[in-house]
């Protein structure tokens, strides 16, 4: 599956999710925001793995799993930064 320019762009919000979890752990609201957006993208990745069917595949599906955690990780960070609030 080849990779467009505009997924490309799109994959290097992952950059941008980092700094605004970074910045969060001193103002949670973007904290939240952070984890949320990246949270979303997560879920966007396990689904292009699974279209490429990375998942059936023993040796690919490792990597596979790397967005699945990510996002559960993800979506503990919204929520303690919420409840912290």
Excluded: K
């Amino acid at each position: 599956m080849g990779l467009g320019a505009g997924l490309v762009r799109f994959i290097g919000a992952e950059v941008a999710a980092a700094a605004g979890l970074i910045i969060g752990l001193f103002w949670q609201p973007l904290g939240i925001a952070a984890a949320t957006g990246f949270a979303v993208l997560m879920v966007g990745a396990a689904v292009f793995h699974s279209r490429a069917g990375d998942f059936a595949n023993p040796d690919t599906r490792a990597n596979a799993m790397g967005p699945m955690v990510l996002c559960l990780i993800s979506v503990t960070t919204a929520v303690v930064l919420t409840l912290a609030m």
